[in-house]
């Protein structure tokens, strides 16, 4: 199975603020120094700006990001299906896979985006990973993206930039293209990525273990 420790250090740049994030920010930048180098200088000035920020800042920032009018959610069932049915039916299996995998949610839900990059960085099912990978966390990280077309060097885009560099080599979608998402569903105009009820996604994550 390939190694996918580093979604660990990418899950932490989305934790809410706290004495903790100069130590992330390193690892993060290290990381992107020695996978991503184009990357590294811009973000290097990126996270120096930031860190004149106070930690109430920073929490503020974050805050008018992912909750208060937010740009976008951290919830990737939510900015896959809304409050459609489908959320639910990830979030059963996605309980399933974090207690797995020994890995403790805290107060958020299993499709927060830091549990679920810990859950990659963790699992050692490759057909779940590639799935997770693929299916579900690609398409969410491109559409949040699309949020941030008014707030073109916003700092948590930036980062989601990379986190989306780093899906696209990890998670080709051998054997899932069935599953990839319409460009339609990227062009801004919708709310959420599947905006149908109908719509038709991998149930039970692999299809595989569908018919095991």
């Known amino acids: 199975m390939k190694n996918l420790n580093h979604y660990q250090i990418l899950a932490n ?26 990357k590294a200088n811009s ?28 740009i976008c959610y951290l919830d990737i ?8 049915y489908k959320r639910a039916q990830l979030l ?7 207690k797995k995998n020994g890995i403790d949610c805290g ?11 810990t859950l990659l960085s963790k699992t050692t099912d490759p057909d779940f990973a590639d799935e997770l990978g693929f299916i579900i966390t690609t ?6 993206l699309t949020r941030f077309k008014n707030n073109p060097t916003h700092y948590y885009k930036e980062i989601l930039e990379v986190l989306y560099l780093f899906l696209q080599r990890d998670f080709d979608g051998k054997g899932l293209l069935e599953y990839a998402m319409s460009e339609e569903a990227f062009n801004g105009d919708k709310d959420f990525v599947m905006s149908s009820p109908k719509s038709v996604i991998c149930d039970t994550f692999c299809h595989k273990h569908k018919t095991s």
């Open 13 to 38: 740049m989305f934790r809410y603020p706290d004495e903790h994030n100069v130590g992330y920010s390193e690892a993060f930048l290290k990381l992107c120094t020695r996978e991503f180098p184009e």
């Open 43 to 70: 973000l290097k000035q990126l996270f120096i700006n930031h860190s004149l920020l106070t930690i109430r800042e920073q929490q503020e920032y974050y805050l008018k990001t992912f909750d208060v009018q937010a």
């Open 77 to 84: 069932g939510y900015v896959l299906f809304g409050e459609d």
């Open 92 to 98: 059963v299996n996605l309980q399933s896979e974090h």
């Open 107 to 117: 107060s958020e839900l299993g499709d927060h985006l830091p549990n679920l990059l």
């Open 139 to 144: 398409p969410a990280i491109r559409f949040m």
